[in-house]
């Protein structure tokens, strides 16, 4: 089956600056690849997520990257602010959006 | 507009005692899906029902019962409560055909004594 390795498995950033989390899954089928970001006692939330036929996808400060080949994708928050604080997971599924396969999540700290 | 509605919210069992967590959407989702949550290890993957009437063991289905009871229902069952599944859970939902996010439920945090 699918595994996700994510990576680093914390952060800590200083206010303004950039934020790189990298996850690498194992199942050339899986197509579908969300983040979510989850504040301490709540409900995971999808962030930004990037179809397979898609390489790159931008969402004012928070940006995808997919490289197929490798099986790897990426998350990158620019001008990171303290409420960017946070677990953030990254999942792989395919068919779309079925069976998601989580990885073990990187938690966020920015520093004022 | 509910979206995925857990109950209860906070549970204490006993050891060997059995319950049952309750799954609700109401977003017309074909797929369902049980994960727990326990720190450092992510969500894995428990129970999943493709659409009605059909449901798969996930990464940790050890000890756990699903039944889903129509599209808009999934529920989890624990038999015999042990205190390795101490754990919170979470409850999703996602329409896969055409591909879309998974919406989770505000959790519920289950502890065995």
């Known amino acids: 089956g699918e595994n996700v390795e994510q990576h680093p498995s914390t952060l800590s950033v200083q206010e303004g600056d950039s934020a790189v989390i990298k996850c690498t899954y194992s199942?050339?089928?899986?197509?579908?690849f969300p983040w979510y970001k989850q504040e301490l006692g709540k409900r995971p939330q999808l962030i930004i997520d990037?179809?397979?036929?898609?390489g790159e996808k931008k969402d004012q400060r928070i940006a995808v990257t997919l490289n197929k080949t490798a099986k790897h994708f990426s998350l990158h928050i620019t001008e990171t602010q303290p409420e960017d604080s946070a677990v953030y997971f990254c999942?792989?599924?395919?068919?779309?959006?079925?069976?998601?396969?989580f990885g073990p999540g990187t938690r966020l700290s920015v520093l004022p | 507009n509910a979206g995925v509605t857990q109950t209860p919210k906070f549970q204490v069992l006993k050891t060997g005692q059995s319950m049952t967590l309750q799954c609700a959407q109401d977003?017309?989702?074909?797929?369902m899906y049980w994960y727990r949550q326990d720190p450092g290890m992510g969500l894995r993957l428990i129970y999943y029902?493709?659409?009605?009437?059909?449901?798969d063991k996930g990464e940790v289905p050890n000890g756990y019962n699903v039944s889903r009871l129509n599209k808009r229902e999934f529920s989890l069952r624990l038999e015999s409560a042990a205190p390795s599944q101490t754990s919170v859970y979470f409850c999703?939902?996602?329409?896969?055909?055409?591909?879309?996010?998974?919406?989770f439920g505000q959790g519920t945090r289950l502890t065995v004594v």
């Open positions: 990037i179809r397979s036929n898609v």
């Open positions: 977003m017309n989702h074909n797929s």
């Open positions: 999942a792989a599924s395919q068919n779309y959006g079925q069976n998601f396969v």
């Open positions: 999703a939902s996602s329409e896969f055909s055409g591909g879309t996010e998974a919406f």
């Open positions: 029902s493709a659409s009605e009437g059909t449901t």
């Open positions: 199942d050339s089928a899986s197509n579908y």
